[in-house]
C-alpha cells in the first residue's frame, strides 16, 4: 500500500503518459451514459422534426 504510491510521486506525471500506439489500441470506454444520452436526444428531436412521418 505504500509502494505504488511512492513510485508514482517519484514518476510523477510520467507515471500517467499513454504512448501513442496504446492509446490507438485501447478502446474508447465511456462509464457514465452521456454520449448514449445524447444519442437518444438527438434521435428524438428528429422523430418529432416537423414534416416526419411517423413510421
Excluded at 452521456?34 to 416537423?50: D, F, M, S, Y
Amino acid at each position: 500500500m505504500t509502494l505504488v504510491p511512492a513510485v508514482l510521486a517519484l514518476v510523477g506525471k510520467r507515471a500517467w503518459h499513454l504512448p501513442g500506439w496504446l492509446d490507438r489500441r485501447v478502446p474508447d470506454l465511456e462509464v457514465g451514459g452521456e454520449l448514449l444520452i445524447e444519442e437518444l436526444e438527438r434521435k428524438a428531436e428528429t422523430e418529432r422534426a416537423p414534416g416526419n412521418v411517423p413510421s
